[in-house]
């Protein structure tokens, strides 16, 4: 797997090729989104160590990534969901089972929001709009 900074984006409403976005913040893999219907946050990543770097974007116009702030500790392969307030990192390399979350809204650092029940690395979230599940 190889470092980039590649934001790419589809029209969901009709079928087509992936188009160029902008940059993310910081050149890296094994990161993790979520989003609002007006934001997208990606968090963590190795660029190859490991990053605490939460980044965003405003979903409605292209371009490049901007710094929101810091996940409380750095790691990888973290999964991510969020309602339309709040998105939730969990877990990640290590395995880790810290959970953050973030004010969608407002750029900040994220905050402890609990742990998981076991340490976990490369686990998925789903989200019902109501909160997530990992």
Known sequence: MALQNIIEYVEIASTGNAVDFGDLAVIT?????????????????????????????????????????DLTLARANLTATSNQIRGVFAGGSGPSNVIDFVTIASAGNATDFGDLTEARNSSSSGSNGHGGLS
């Open 29 to 69: 893999m094994r990161l993790s989104g979520t989003s609002s219907p007006t934001r997208g946050i990606i968090g963590g990543g190795a660029t190859p160590t490991n990053t605490n770097v939460i980044s965003f974007i405003t979903i409605a116009t292209t371009g490049n990534a901007t710094d929101f702030g």
